[in-house]
Structures are given as C-alpha cells and as structure tokens.
C-alpha cells in the first residue's frame, strides 16, 4: 500500500507535466494542422530561460518566470512566422521534417550555450516529504501537481470560453469560414504558437525544479507523443487523460515490474492504441473521402 | 450608408487563373439599401466575382471599392437604425476603400459578410457559438482582457448575446440554439449561416446561392427571410441565385454574367427582354 501510494502520486505529477505539454502540441496541430516535433524542445527552451535568468542572471522568481515567459512568447511567435508561415501549403511530411529540423537546431542551441552536464538550480517547490496512507510522499510532487491542475484549468477555460480560444477553435473549424467573421488566421497561429510555447515553459521549469536542469528534459518531451496519439490528437481532455494515463503506467511499471521496461511501457501502449484504437480513445474518427 | 447612394464598385475586374478567364472587365455597382441579383449559366463566373468581393481571391487586374460612413465602421456601431434617404448626405462621413488589397477578415470589419454555396459554419460549435462568432469583430477585448470574465469582458458578452438572440428569433432559429450544427438539416444550416453573417450587422451582405439545393417550399422561405433580413436589418443585399422566379420576385436589379463577362444589367424585367441574355440561357435563335 505504501509503495502504491508513493507511485501514484510520482506518476500523477509526471502524467500531469506530460498533461500540459502535450497540450500545447495539440493546440497548435488543433488551430493549425502542425505536427510539432519540437515540443520536447520547447520544454527544454523554458527551463534553460527560467535558469538563465534565475540562476545565472539572479532575477526574483517573479521576474525570472515573467523572462521565461516572454522568451517562449517571441520563440513561438518567430518559429511560426519564419519557420512555418512560408510552409503554408507543402505536404504534411514536409512540415513535419521541418519541425524535427527545428527540434535539433533548439537542442543544439541549448548544448552550444550550457554543455550537456546537468546543472543545478535552488529548490522553488518546497521539499521534504509527507506520509500519506504509509506512504512517504515528496511534497514538491504534490505541489507539481496542483500548479499543472491549475494552468490545465486555466487553459481549458481559455479554450472554451474566451473570445480569442473561441476564435482558435473557429480556425481550427473552419479557416475560410473564420476569415469571413473577421478573425485574423495569421494572428490565432501565432497565438497558438505562443500558448503552446508557455505551456511547455511552465511544464518544463516544474519538471527542472522536481528532476534537473539537463538534457534529458527532451526524452522526457519525447513522450508527449503516446500521450496525444492516446488523447487523439486534438482532444482536450483526452489529453489530460492520455497523460495521466502514460505517467501512473510508467511509475507502477517500474516500480511493480522493471524500470528498464517502464522506459518503453509508454511507446507500447502507443503502439497498442494504433493498433486498436487509430483514431485514439477520445479521437473523433474521421472517414476521408478522396 | 443612406439609400439610394453607390456602396459597392466594380471596376474593370479580371481574374485568371492561369490560361482559364474566370472574369474579363466585369463592371457593376451596387446601391445600398438595394437587393442585387448575380446571375448568369453555370462556369459564368458568379462565384468567383463574389470571392473578390469578400477578398478571398485577388483579382489579376481592376478593383472592387466600398463606400461606408466612417463613424459607423469606426466604432463598430451599426445596429442604429440606417439615415433616412433625406438625410443630409454631405453631412456624413464617406469613405471609400478598394477591397482587393484587403485580406478576407480585414474586409469582414469593413461591414462585408456572406455565406457560402457549400455552407462553411463551424460543425464542432453550436448555432448560437457560430453566431457569437459573428459578434467577433465588435468585441473590443485583448488577450488578457478576455480572459478575466468578470466586469467589462461580461458586460459585452451580454449585449453581443442580445443581438444574436435577435438574430435567432428572426431566422426562427430559437429551437436549435443549443445544438452542434453538424448535427442540423441542410436548410436550417443554410439559416444558420446566414445569421452568422446577420450577426455581424453588415452594411453589405454577400450570398452565395442561399437557395441551393432547396425544394419549392423551402425556397420560398429562404427568400421570406432574406426579405425579412434587408427590411428590419436595412442591409444590402448581393446574391448569387439560379431560380428565375425567385430572382423576379426579390431583386430590385440584376446583373448577368457568361464566360466571366457582363451581358446584362438592369431591372429584373429588363435583363428578361435582354435578347443576350435569352441567348446565353436558351441558345442561339431563342430570342427571335
């Protein structure tokens, strides 16, 4: 029971981290039709912003997230007009040997600047640990989760209800529809782009402040791909479930059965849900015509 | 825009698509306060003049130019009801401005909507999101504005939902307000597109064939709405339709086009005794 415990909340604040990163990957496929291979990147792009200004230029952590967030603003915003604007029209495989282009040029960047040891940065989530039902909890864990259950939240809510979420699911509608009331297509991509960016800033910084600062984050990136193919790939709360789903299975993996196995559990349920579930298990299924 | 006065120009226009001539020097004008027919076989190039229009295609050569009082774009009221033709005009605004440099969303704020022949709403969204989304260029709220409900942003969301209820009861949409319009019979759908378009309190609105695919009944009240649509809103009127007797009964001009040229213009009745017009519908030899 107390094992149990323990991996069920490890594995709810990495499925909620993934949760959150895989969101953004699925509002920019959603408003815009990409296939963004770069999204492990964004992850890695925020935590080295978040530590350069908090680490290395010393800011306050308000400033420093306030940094982080402008970066990933003007990185998504440039990535979509330099990178993908003048794509507008290729073929989909295209785009996406694009995008893993982008995703090596980020990583590359990030090596070029930080070399590829881990760095340290000062706890912000407070540490220690809680006994819950016998089991011992890190409380950073539970705090991780309740700042992705909020910005998920928020998200969803923004999605949904506000006039420019509504006018992102308008575009993703309908393009031609969307022009003809007046949205601005160019503008909700942009947007799109830059939401996707804070959303990976904010996953990739608590995923820095609960593991470390290194490259490893984009391994971690990597599997927000099970989780969307699980989702179905523009399904907002699929999304949320895919990724709690892929967090817990990893956690009981290797903590009942292997670890070596728990790093490939989540490319097997990937598989599997191709297998038996194309379209995902909240995807809508989609018939083409030709 | 007072009625009775020029709205809508074209001038000139030519549109090619590579060797193909979708429309050669088409020139027509558009008085506000009018409903105007375009009508003409299939291939004419119907379609494609109103594409140019709303600034989905850019044309090879010539323009379209819209008149609009500035106050009323400026600050996105339009829902007074329109000057009356007495009305001093000299007293108001005029502008002018060519839409075929404008990109379609940018010509939408200008006060042009307009439907689609093969309906483009949003399927995933229900009837009264679609025509919320109508509302979106009168809403004044930035990103970070709008995502605090509370206080303005509400305030607005409640006079823009006062106007698409208006719209809804119009169209006699009330029993659907709710529901995804993916899920909703073609000719309701047609409704709802044009409501969409209502919801942006156009000074000019632009459709494509909003009888198409209808059966006699339907038909009729498609075109009692549209009646209904330029009385009480005093909206202009372009629109594209194949029916004759439907043409006759609800335009005030009518404008024909073959091989993307411009054969006839003038009263319904006029463009009937057009012996060009005979021609291009029934052949060589009808006319005589």
């Known amino acids: 029971m107390s094992t149990f415990v323990t991996l069920l909340v490890i594995g709810l604040s990495e499925g909620a981290i993934l949760a959150l990163a895989a969101l953004g990957f699925v509002l920019i496929y959603k408003a815009t039709g990409v296939i963004n291979f770069a999204q492990g990147e964004f992850l890695l792009i925020g935590a080295y912003s978040f530590y350069t200004a908090f680490v290395v230029m010393q800011l306050p952590i308000v400033l420093a997230l306030l940094v982080g967030v402008l970066v990933a603003v003007v990185v998504g915003v440039v990535v979509e007009r330099f990178i993908l604007r003048p794509m507008v029209g290729q073929s989909h495989i295209s785009i996406i040997m694009v995008t893993i282009g982008l995703a090596s040029v980020l990583s590359a960047l990030v090596q070029m600047f930080y070399g590829t040891q881990p760095r340290s940065m000062p706890p912000i989530l407070p540490r220690g640990s809680v006994s819950i039902l016998g089991g011992t909890v890190p409380v950073n864990r539970l705090w991780a989760i309740v700042i992705c259950a909020v910005v998920l939240g928020l998200l969803t809510w923004f999605f949904q209800k506000s006039r420019h979420g509504v006018a992102m699911r308008a575009v993703a509608d309908d393009q031609q529809a969307a022009m003809t009331v007046g949205i601005s297509v160019r503008r909700v991509f942009a947007m799109s782009w830059a939401l996707a960016a804070i959303s990976a800033l904010i996953a990739g910084v608590t995923l820095a402040d609960i593991t470390t600062v290194e490259m490893n984050i984009v391994n971690f990136g990597l599997l927000v791909f099970p989780v969307v193919i699980m989702g179905g790939l523009d399904s907002v709360p699929g999304t949320i479930v895919g990724g709690l789903t892929i967090g817990l299975v990893t956690q009981f993996v290797s903590g009942y059965m292997d670890p070596g196995l728990a790093e490939i559990v989540p490319y097997l349920v990937l598989v599997l849900v191709l297998l038996v579930r194309p379209y995902g298990v909240f995807g809508e299924k989609r018939i083409e015509r030709v | ?288």
């Not at chain 2, 850019?58 to 339009?78: F, I, K, Q, W």
């Not at chain 2, 093969?118 to 989304?133: G, K, P, Q, R, S």
């Not at chain 2, 319904?268 to 021609?279: A, T």
């Open chain 2, 1 to 288: 825009m007072p009625p009775g006065q020029p709205l809508l120009r074209v001038s000139d226009l030519t549109l090619k698509f590579g060797g193909v001539t979708a429309l050669a020097d088409v020139d027509m004008s558009v008085e506000s306060g009018t409903i105007h027919a375009i009508i003409g076989p299939n291939g004419a190039g119907k379609s494609s003049l109103l594409n140019c229009m709303s600034g989905l295609y850019r044309p090879t050569s010539g323009s379209v130019a819209l008149r609009y009082v500035a106050d009323d774009v400026g600050r996105g009221r339009r829902d007074q009801p329109a000057a009356s033709p007495e009305a001093d005009i000299d007293s108001l605004d005029i502008r002018e401005r060519a839409l075929t440099s404008l990109p379609p969303h940018r010509v939408a704020r200008l006060g042009v909507a307009r439907s689609f022949q093969n309906i483009e709403l949003f399927d995933h969204l229900t009837v009264l999101e679609n025509m919320m989304l109508g509302r979106h260029i009168h809403m004044k709220q930035n990103v970070l504005t709008s995502m605090l409900w509370f206080g303005p942003a509400r305030r607005q969301e409640i006079a823009h939902r006062e106007i698409v209820e208006e719209v809804v009861d119009l169209l006699k949409l009330q029993a659907y307000r709710q529901k995804p319009v993916g899920t909703l019979a073609y000719g309701i759908q047609k409704r709802v597109e044009l409501g969409r378009a209502l919801a942006l309190q156009p000074s000019l609105l632009l459709l494509d064939e909003p009888m198409a695919g209808m059966n006699a009944e339907e038909k009729e009240d498609m075109a009692r709405y549209i009646l209904d649509v330029h009385e009480l809103a005093g909206v202009s009127i372009v629109l594209i339709e194949h029916d004759m007797n439907v043409v006759m009964d609800i335009s005030n001009r009518v404008t024909v086009l073959d091989f993307g040229k411009v054969i006839g213009d003038g009263t319904p009745q006029e463009v009937m005794d057009n012996p060009r017009v005979i021609e291009a519908y029934l052949g060589a030899g009808a006319a005589s």
